[in-house]
């Protein structure tokens, strides 16, 4: 595990640990702020009224049913919103002084997901407001083997799409407050694992075997070799044969390591699954 990595996962424990600590048991710190849709769940009471309490589900077109008030249009109103409309509604045809309760029960209409590199992708209920760091905490935080971008991709009401890339390093290790981006409803927020792939290295070296490798590192000859222990004394360095799967068929490349070793030919970039062997010296 990197530091990177360490840091990373201790900041998202921290922030979980804070964010639980400010949730009260029957609404979230960010209840007062978020706006009831389609799906929500509430509960609705009326004070010395217990006729009038009732648990309901706001429908498709973003309206529930009452006794007594009928049909009432509920979405895009906080849920102090809620209660101060069904409060006017019942003091203009049945009650002085209406005392209205709203609890939301259940948070159904906005909702945003993560996937990849966190321990548990999924979909996660969009409590008033959410930052990116907060999604991540509430996902468990990063895995080990995350890239170094985040990418958020947003749908506006319009239809229309973009893509937001963060930089996790800056987000994670410089605390840049910019790339805490606050979420909106239907993000899709995708934390890209770096894929790993293997070279093989056999031959004259220390330690012959596979060498794994992330995709996109720029592993090299040199650092291939490196990793597999060096050359043992009897390494013919300037001889070093690759082969590699070129459309189904095998491709040999022969490469003079002492050239790359003395500064006159760049080093030898690999791909997935080449496989190098180091001949032993006739010397």
Same mark, same amino acid.
């Given at each position: 595990?990197?530091?990177?990595? +360490?840091? %990373?996962?201790?900041?998202? $424990?921290?922030?979980?640990?804070?964010?639980?600590?400010? *949730?009260?048991?029957? !609404?979230?710190?960010?209840?007062?702020?978020?706006?009831?849709?389609?799906?929500?769940?509430?509960?609705?009471? +009326?004070?010395?009224?217990?006729?009038?309490?009732?648990?309901?589900? +706001?429908?498709?077109? =973003?309206?529930?049913?009452?006794?007594?008030? #009928?049909?009432?249009?509920?979405? #895009?109103?906080?849920?102090?919103?809620?209660?101060?409309?069904?409060?006017?509604?019942?003091?203009?045809?049945?009650?002085?002084?209406?005392?209205?309760?709203?609890?939301?029960?259940?948070?159904?209409?906005?909702?945003?997901?993560?996937?990849?590199?966190?321990?548990?992708?999924?979909?996660?209920?969009?409590?008033?407001?959410?930052? $990116?760091?907060? $999604?991540?905490?509430? !996902?468990?935080?990063?895995?080990?083997?995350? =890239?170094?971008? *985040?990418?958020? *991709? /947003?749908?506006?009401?319009?239809?229309?799409? %973009?893509?937001?890339?963060?930089?996790? &390093?800056?987000?994670?290790?410089?605390?840049?407050?910019?790339?805490?981006?606050?979420?909106?409803?239907?993000?899709?927020?995708?934390?890209?694992?770096?894929?790993?792939?293997?070279?093989?290295?056999?031959?004259?070296?220390?330690?012959? =075997?596979?060498?794994?490798?992330?995709?996109?590192? #720029?592993?090299?000859?040199?650092?291939?070799?490196?990793? !597999?222990?060096?050359?043992?004394? /009897?390494?013919?360095?300037?001889?070093?044969?690759?082969?590699?799967? +070129?459309?189904?068929?095998?491709?040999?490349?022969?490469?003079?390591?002492?050239?790359?070793?003395? #500064?006159?030919?760049? &080093?030898?970039?690999?791909?997935?699954?080449?496989? *190098?062997?180091?001949?032993?010296?006739?010397?």
């Amino acid at each position: 595990m990197t530091f990177r990595h +360490v840091v %990373a996962i201790v900041a998202g $424990l921290m922030i979980f640990q804070l964010s639980i600590a400010q *949730i009260p048991n029957n !609404a979230s710190a960010g209840d007062e702020g978020y706006v009831i849709g389609a799906q929500d769940l509430i509960e609705i009471k +009326v004070f010395e009224v217990p006729e009038l309490n009732i648990t309901t589900r +706001v429908s498709e077109d =973003g309206t529930i049913a009452l006794p007594l008030l #009928g049909v009432i249009k509920v979405e #895009g109103l906080t849920r102090r919103g809620v209660e101060e409309k069904l409060a006017q509604l019942l003091e203009k045809s049945y009650l002085k002084n209406a005392q209205v309760t709203v609890f939301i029960k259940e948070y159904e209409s906005k909702m945003v997901s993560v996937m990849g590199g966190v321990k548990n992708p999924g979909n996660y209920k969009l409590l008033g407001t959410m930052s $990116l760091m907060q $999604l991540l905490s509430r !996902a468990g935080g990063l895995t080990e083997n995350t =890239g170094h971008q *985040i990418i958020v *991709i /947003r749908t506006f009401p319009s239809g229309k799409t %973009a893509s937001i890339s963060i930089d996790l &390093d800056e987000l994670m290790l410089q605390g840049n407050p910019k790339l805490n981006i606050p979420l909106m409803a239907n993000d899709i927020v995708n934390v890209p694992v770096e894929r790993t792939y293997d070279v093989f290295v056999f031959g004259q070296v220390e330690k012959p =075997g596979s060498i794994q490798m992330k995709r996109g590192s #720029g592993m090299t000859l040199m650092k291939a070799i490196a990793q !597999a222990g060096g050359f043992t004394q /009897r390494a013919r360095r300037g001889s070093v044969i690759i082969t590699r799967n +070129v459309d189904g068929k095998e491709k040999k490349i022969k490469v003079n390591l002492k050239k790359i070793l003395r #500064g006159k030919q760049k &080093d030898f970039v690999l791909e997935p699954d080449d496989v *190098i062997f180091v001949p032993e010296s006739l010397l």
